[in-house]
């Protein structure tokens, strides 16, 4: 697909500090944009492009599976920080999602855990959130940092707290492989 000439040039003037793939889909309303970290899928798992511009986010499935079939899925996603200027620092994001978590299940569990260390020495905060007794949420661990102008968010998430344990070192290998753009 082609993009006109504007489009291209808006892509090239947002800053380029981190590695964040800009991706310009055409939809039915417009265009519609999106920032993704650029990162390689962890053995045995891939891409799913067709998800990734559903959702707007970096999407990857196991092997042999699709993002929307899989019982557990792995994300990214890059915010642009002049695009939520009420959010002043990463802590203030990661705040703000927590909140989210919690008001979609006022029973989940939500717990820190150690930090992953990226080769380019960028330190994601790493987050639990576990479903409440009885409910039907999802086992989830959140991966954030900010690099350049972009709060990042790397996340897996299972339907079972088995799928989330037997895919971890996928995860920890997905998140210290983020590369820094600088």
């Known amino acids: 697909m082609r ?9 090239l003037a947002f800053p380029a500090a981190a590695a964040i793939e800009k991706v310009a889909a055409r939809t039915e309303s417009g265009i519609h944009f999106m920032w993704w970290p650029k990162v390689d899928p962890p053995k045995g798992w891939h891409f ?22 899989a019982e557990t899925v792995m994300y990214a996603r890059a915010d642009y920080k002049p695009r939520i200027p ?21 029973g989940m569990t939500v717990s820190r855990e150690r930090p992953i260390l990226t080769k380019d020495a960028i330190e994601f905060q790493v987050v639990a959130y576990s479903p409440g007794k009885g409910s039907s949420g999802n ?16 996340v897996i998430s299972s ?24």
């Open 48 to 69: 799913d492009e067709g998800s990734s511009h559903h959702f707007a986010f970096n999407a990857l499935a196991p092997d042999g599976s699709t993002f929307s079939e």
């Open 139 to 154: 086992w989830e661990r959140v991966a954030y940092a900010e690099d350049g102008d972009y709060y990042l968010t790397f």
């Open 86 to 106: 009420e959010t002043k620092s990463l802590q203030s994001y990661i705040s703000n999602d927590m909140g989210e978590f919690k008001r979609s299940d006022a």
């Open 159 to 182: 339907r079972t707290e088995v799928g989330l344990a037997g895919a971890m070192p996928a995860f920890n290998s997905f998140v210290a492989g983020y590369r820094t753009g600088l």
């Open 3 to 11: 993009l006109p000439a504007a489009v291209l040039l808006v892509l």
